[in-house]
C-alpha cells in the first residue's frame, strides 16, 4: 500500500522560504515518477517540479524556476520542495505526488497520469 505524507506547510511572508516534506512508504522508488501539484481555490491543480528516479532529470514550471528546488533522499524515504522567495501567487494546497500510470510525467506534470497523492499541506504567503 502506497502512502505519501506530507509536510512543512505553513503561513510565510512574501519573500519567505518554506521546505515541504514528503514521507513516502517504502519500496515505491521503482517508479521513475515523482513530483509536487498545487491547487488554489478556484482554479486546477498544475504540476510544479517533478523528479524522474532513475535519471534524477528534474522539471519546473516557468514560475518557479529559480525559486523551487525539488530533490529526493531515498535513504529517508523522502521527496522534498524547497521554495524559496515566496510570491503571493505561490499560495495553494500543495500535494506530493507519485508513480507513473499510462506514461511518464515527469517532463509533462501531467496531472491525470498520476497514480498515487498524498493528502496535502497548505501554503499561504501574505504581503
Known amino acids: 500500500h502506497v502512502q505519501l505524507v506530507e509536510s512543512g506547510g505553513g503561513s510565510v511572508q512574501a519573500g519567505g522560504s518554506l521546505k515541504l516534506s514528503c514521507a513516502v512508504s517504502?519500496?515505491?522508488?521503482?517508479?521513475?515518477?515523482w513530483g509536487w501539484f498545487r491547487q488554489a481555490p478556484g482554479q486546477e491543480r498544475e504540476g510544479v517540479a517533478s523528479?524522474?528516479?532513475?535519471?534524477?532529470?528534474?522539471t519546473y514550471i516557468d514560475s518557479v524556476k529559480g525559486r523551487f528546488t525539488i530533490s529526493r533522499d531515498t535513504a529517508k524515504n523522502a521527496l522534498y520542495l524547497q521554495m524559496n522567495s515566496l510570491q503571493l501567487a505561490d499560495t495553494a494546497m500543495y500535494y506530493c505526488a507519485a508513480g507513473c500510470r499510462d506514461i511518464d510525467w515527469v517532463e509533462s506534470l501531467d496531472s491525470d497520469n498520476v497514480n498515487y497523492w498524498g493528502q496535502g499541506t497548505q501554503v499561504t504567503v501574505s504581503s
Open positions: 517504502p519500496y515505491t522508488w521503482s517508479t521513475n515518477c
Open positions: 523528479i524522474g528516479f532513475r535519471t534524477g532529470r528534474t
